[in-house]
C-alpha cells in the first residue's frame, strides 16, 4: 500500500493542514510528521483517521468556541434560573431585570432566528420551541407592586424557559452546529456543500460527510492511471477541473463566469478531492475572536507551524477569559506568544514568517522580519501598558495598542500616531481616554524601531530626559500661574515638528524658558542632531509638558468605560 503524503504548501493550504492535524489529535489518532510533511504509511491508515470525520470536524469547532456560540448564552442562564427558584426571595429588582433582558434579547431572539428554525427538524421530539416562545410572556411589574406579589407567574415563566433551554441542550449538535457554520466556517469557504442555498441535503453533518468526506475516500481508490490533468495544489492525477478553488472566500473565482482570471480564458486550476478536505479545515486552523482570525504560516516545519498557532490560541483564551472583549485580542495574542517563545525552540530567527489575519470579511497579510519580532518581544511591558488606551475619532472609538501593533507589522514607525494623539490631547481632550505615559511608551517602542534600522543609537536615555525636561518646565509655569499657555505653546511646537520646521521649534521652546527664567535643558539640544531626533525628542518633551493635563476619563489605565 502506498503512503500518503501531505505536505504545507501556501498559506490557506498550510491552515488546513493545521485544522486537519487538530481534529485528528484531538480525537486520539496518532499523526506522523516528518519536517514539513503529514505522513500516513497506507491508504487504509488516512481512511481510517477519516472515520466519523464530519462528527470530528464540528465537535472540534463547537468545543472550542463554545463560550463564544449563541447556543451558550441561551444554556449558560440555566444555573442562574434554577438558582432563583430554590432560593426565591434572593431575587432583587437587578436580577429581576437582567432575567427579563436574558429572556427578551437572548432567548427569544435566538430561538425565532432563521438558523435555529432550520434546526429544529433535526432535533426532533415532542416539545415544539416556537410555540412555547410564542407562549413565553416576561412578567411586568407596576409601580405600586414588589416582586414578591408576582412570584407564581415568575416561577412559571422560569419553568417555560427551563424547557427551552433543556431542548437546546439535548440538540447542542445541531444548534451549536449551526452557529460555527455561520461564525466560522463562513470566514473561510462559502456557496457549497451546507452553504450552498440549494442544497438539498438539510443534515449539515451528512452533507459534510457527503460533499467533502467520501468524495475523499472514494478518490483514494479509484484507478488514476488514465486522469490527464494534475492537481493544481499536489499533482496527483484528476480526471477534470470541476473542483475549482471558487468556494474559498477572497481568492478563489468563478470559473464559469469570470474565465478572464484563467490563462487564455481556460481555467487549468484544479485540485483533487483530498485537497478540497484539506481546504475545508482551514476554519479550524485559524483563531478567531469576535469576528477577527488570525494564522501564523510558520512553514519552517509542520510541527513549529501548530505549536506557535495552538500558542496563539492559548493567548487568545487566556485574555478571553478575563473579559478584555475587545479585537486586540488577537495582537495581545501574537505579542505574548513571540515573547513566551523558549531561545531553544525558536525557529523565527531563522527567516522571516508570514502572519495571516481576517478582518472585516478580508485578508490582511504581513511578514513577520526577525527585526520586528524582535521589537514587539522587547515592547512587551510597553504594549501592556497600552491595552485599555483608546481615543474616538468621528464617532469610532480606537483602540491604541491595536493602532500600533498594525503599524508595527505594516513595518511603520509610530511618528504619525504620536503627532495625532498628543494633537487630540491639546484639542479634543474629552476625545482622549489616555494619558501623556502611554504616548511615552508608544515613543519607548518607536525609539527600538528607529534602533532596529540603524537611524538611533545608544540614546535611550533621552527619551526619559526630553519628557521629564519638559514635566518640569511645566511646573514652573504652573508656579508663574501661566498653565493657560501650555495648549498654544505645544501647538506650535506640533506644527513645527509637523513641518520640520526646527526653528520654529527651538525657538519656541527657548522662549518657553526665556519666560521662566530657567536655563536650557540638556537634551533639547539632542533634537538638532538630525529629522528623527527632532521628532523621537521633541514629541517626547511635548509629552512630558502636558503630562498633568487630564480630564476625568483619561485614567491610569487608559480610562475603560
Same mark, same amino acid.
Given at each position: 500500500?502506498?503512503?500518503?503524503?501531505?505536505?504545507?504548501?501556501?498559506?490557506?493550504?498550510?491552515?488546513?493542514?493545521?485544522?486537519?492535524?487538530?481534529?485528528?489529535?484531538?480525537?486520539?489518532?496518532?499523526?506522523?510528521?516528518?519536517?514539513?510533511?503529514?505522513?500516513?504509511?497506507?491508504?487504509?491508515?488516512?481512511?481510517?483517521?477519516?472515520?466519523?470525520?464530519?462528527?470530528?470536524?464540528? =465537535?472540534?469547532?463547537?468545543?472550542?468556541?463554545?463560550?463564544?456560540?449563541?447556543?451558550?448564552?441561551?444554556?449558560?442562564?440555566?444555573?442562574?434560573?434554577?438558582?432563583?427558584?430554590?432560593?426565591?426571595?434572593?431575587?432583587?429588582?437587578?436580577?429581576?431585570?437582567?432575567? #427579563? $433582558?436574558?429572556?427578551?434579547?437572548?432567548?427569544?431572539?435566538?430561538?425565532?432566528?432563521?438558523?435555529?428554525?432550520?434546526?429544529?427538524?433535526?432535533?426532533?421530539?415532542?416539545?415544539?420551541?416556537?410555540?412555547?416562545?410564542?407562549?413565553?410572556?416576561?412578567?411586568? /411589574?407596576?409601580?405600586?407592586? $414588589?416582586?414578591?406579589?408576582?412570584?407564581?407567574?415568575?416561577?412559571?415563566?422560569?419553568?417555560?424557559?427551563?424547557?427551552?433551554?433543556?431542548?437546546?441542550?439535548?440538540?447542542?449538535?445541531?444548534?451549536?452546529?449551526?452557529?460555527?457554520?455561520?461564525?466560522?466556517?463562513? +470566514?473561510?469557504? =462559502?456557496?457549497?456543500?451546507?452553504?450552498?442555498?440549494?442544497?438539498?441535503?438539510?443534515?449539515?453533518?451528512?452533507?459534510?460527510?457527503?460533499?467533502?468526506?467520501?468524495?475523499?475516500?472514494?478518490?483514494?481508490?479509484?484507478?488514476?492511471?488514465?486522469?490527464?490533468?494534475?492537481?493544481?495544489?499536489?499533482?496527483?492525477? /484528476? $480526471?477534470?477541473?470541476?473542483?475549482?478553488?471558487?468556494?474559498?472566500?477572497?481568492?478563489?473565482?468563478?470559473?464559469?463566469?469570470?474565465?478572464?482570471?484563467?490563462?487564455?480564458?481556460?481555467?487549468?486550476?484544479?485540485?483533487?478531492?483530498?485537497?478540497?478536505?484539506?481546504?475545508?479545515?482551514?476554519?479550524?486552523?485559524?483563531?478567531?475572536?469576535?469576528?477577527?482570525?488570525?494564522? /501564523?504560516?510558520?512553514?519552517?516545519?509542520?510541527?513549529?507551524?501548530?505549536?506557535?498557532?495552538?500558542?496563539?490560541?492559548? $493567548?487568545?483564551?487566556?485574555? +478571553?477569559?478575563?473579559?478584555? @472583549?475587545?479585537? %486586540?485580542?488577537?495582537?495581545? !495574542?501574537?505579542?505574548? !506568544?513571540?515573547?513566551?517563545?523558549?531561545?531553544?525552540?525558536?525557529?523565527?530567527?531563522?527567516?522571516?514568517?508570514?502572519?495571516?489575519?481576517?478582518?472585516?470579511?478580508?485578508?490582511?497579510?504581513?511578514?513577520?522580519?526577525?527585526?520586528?519580532?524582535?521589537?514587539?518581544?522587547?515592547?512587551?511591558?510597553?504594549? #501592556?501598558?497600552?491595552?485599555?488606551?483608546?481615543?474616538?475619532?468621528?464617532?469610532?472609538?480606537?483602540?491604541?495598542?491595536?493602532?500600533?501593533?498594525?503599524?508595527?507589522?505594516?513595518?511603520?514607525?509610530?511618528?504619525?500616531?504620536?503627532?495625532?494623539?498628543?494633537?487630540?490631547?491639546?484639542?479634543?481632550?474629552?476625545?482622549?481616554?489616555?494619558?501623556?505615559?502611554?504616548?511615552?511608551?508608544?515613543?519607548?517602542?518607536?525609539?527600538?524601531?528607529?534602533?532596529?534600522?540603524?537611524?538611533?543609537?545608544?540614546?535611550?536615555?533621552?527619551?526619559?530626559?526630553?519628557?521629564?525636561?519638559?514635566?518640569?518646565?511645566?511646573?514652573?509655569?504652573?508656579?508663574?500661574?501661566?498653565?493657560?499657555?501650555?495648549?498654544?505653546?505645544?501647538?506650535?511646537?506640533?506644527?513645527?515638528?509637523?513641518?520640520?520646521?526646527?526653528?520654529?521649534?527651538?525657538?519656541?521652546?527657548?522662549?518657553?524658558?526665556?519666560?521662566?527664567?530657567?536655563?536650557?535643558?540638556?537634551?533639547?539640544?539632542?533634537?538638532?542632531?538630525?529629522?528623527?531626533?527632532?521628532?523621537?525628542?521633541?514629541?517626547?518633551?511635548?509629552?512630558?509638558?502636558?503630562? @498633568?493635563?487630564?480630564?476625568?476619563? %483619561?485614567?491610569?489605565?487608559?480610562?475603560?468605560?
Amino acid at each position: 500500500m502506498s503512503e500518503i503524503v501531505i505536505e504545507l504548501g501556501t498559506w490557506q493550504y498550510n491552515a488546513g493542514i493545521a485544522g486537519l492535524c487538530n481534529i485528528l489529535e484531538k480525537n486520539g489518532v496518532e499523526i506522523n510528521i516528518h519536517e514539513d510533511k503529514l505522513v500516513f504509511n497506507s491508504e487504509e491508515e488516512l481512511k481510517k483517521a477519516l472515520e466519523n470525520f464530519e462528527e470530528k470536524y464540528f =465537535n472540534y469547532l463547537i468545543e472550542k468556541y463554545e463560550k463564544t456560540l449563541s447556543w451558550y448564552k441561551i444554556v449558560s442562564y440555566k444555573e442562574e434560573l434554577q438558582d432563583i427558584k430554590n432560593n426565591f426571595e434572593t431575587l432583587d429588582e437587578k436580577k429581576f431585570q437582567e432575567l #427579563d $433582558k436574558y429572556i427578551k434579547e437572548v432567548l427569544k431572539y435566538y430561538i425565532k432566528s432563521a438558523s435555529y428554525k432550520a434546526a429544529y427538524e433535526l432535533i426532533g421530539g415532542n416539545i415544539d420551541p416556537l410555540q412555547l416562545e410564542k407562549e413565553l410572556k416576561p412578567v411586568s /411589574i407596576k409601580k405600586n407592586e $414588589k416582586i414578591s406579589d408576582k412570584k407564581e407567574d415568575i416561577l412559571k415563566m422560569i419553568d417555560k424557559v427551563l424547557v427551552l433551554i433543556e431542548y437546546c441542550e439535548k440538540g447542542k449538535e445541531y444548534l451549536a452546529g449551526k452557529n460555527v457554520i455561520y461564525t466560522l466556517i463562513k +470566514n473561510a469557504w =462559502n456557496g457549497v456543500c451546507f452553504l450552498n442555498p440549494q442544497t438539498k441535503e438539510k443534515n449539515f453533518y451528512k452533507d459534510f460527510k457527503n460533499y467533502f468526506v467520501d468524495t475523499a475516500l472514494s478518490y483514494l481508490d479509484e484507478d488514476k492511471s488514465k486522469y490527464k490533468y494534475e492537481c493544481f495544489v499536489c499533482d496527483n492525477k /484528476i $480526471k477534470n477541473f470541476d473542483n475549482d478553488f471558487s468556494f474559498l472566500n477572497q481568492t478563489g473565482f468563478d470559473t464559469a463566469r469570470k474565465p478572464s482570471h484563467a490563462w487564455n480564458f481556460l481555467n487549468n486550476a484544479g485540485m483533487c478531492p483530498l485537497c478540497r478536505l484539506i481546504y475545508s479545515c482551514i476554519p479550524v486552523g485559524f483563531n478567531y475572536v469576535y469576528g477577527n482570525g488570525i494564522f /501564523i504560516n510558520s512553514n519552517q516545519s509542520l510541527t513549529e507551524l501548530l505549536r506557535v498557532n495552538r500558542l496563539v490560541y492559548e $493567548k487568545i483564551y487566556n485574555h +478571553n477569559t478575563k473579559n478584555e @472583549g475587545n479585537s %486586540s485580542l488577537t495582537y495581545r !495574542a501574537l505579542a505574548e !506568544a513571540l515573547k513566551d517563545e523558549k531561545e531553544e525552540n525558536l525557529k523565527y530567527e531563522l527567516a522571516d514568517i508570514q502572519m495571516v489575519r481576517y478582518e472585516n470579511e478580508k485578508y490582511y497579510f504581513n511578514i513577520l522580519s526577525k527585526n520586528i519580532i524582535k521589537i514587539i518581544k522587547n515592547s512587551k511591558n510597553d504594549l #501592556d501598558f497600552l491595552t485599555k488606551a483608546w481615543y474616538r475619532e468621528i464617532n469610532t472609538d480606537f483602540r491604541i495598542y491595536e493602532e500600533v501593533m498594525k503599524k508595527l507589522l505594516n513595518n511603520q514607525n509610530l511618528f504619525t500616531l504620536i503627532y495625532k494623539l498628543l494633537f487630540y490631547k491639546v484639542s479634543r481632550e474629552k476625545d482622549c481616554h489616555f494619558t501623556a505615559n502611554h504616548v511615552m511608551n508608544i515613543l519607548n517602542i518607536n525609539y527600538r524601531i528607529l534602533e532596529g534600522v540603524g537611524l538611533m543609537e545608544n540614546k535611550e536615555k533621552f527619551n526619559r530626559e526630553a519628557k521629564a525636561a519638559g514635566f518640569y518646565l511645566r511646573e514652573k509655569y504652573i508656579n508663574k500661574k501661566a498653565e493657560h499657555k501650555i495648549p498654544g505653546l505645544c501647538y506650535r511646537i506640533l506644527n513645527g515638528i509637523k513641518t520640520n520646521n526646527r526653528k520654529m521649534v527651538m525657538d519656541t521652546i527657548f522662549n518657553m524658558y526665556l519666560y521662566v527664567e530657567s536655563p536650557v535643558s540638556n537634551v533639547i539640544a539632542k533634537m538638532l542632531d538630525d529629522d528623527k531626533s527632532l521628532e523621537q525628542f521633541g514629541y517626547g518633551f511635548t509629552a512630558g509638558f502636558l503630562s @498633568g493635563k487630564q480630564n476625568e476619563n %483619561s485614567k491610569a489605565d487608559g480610562g475603560e468605560e
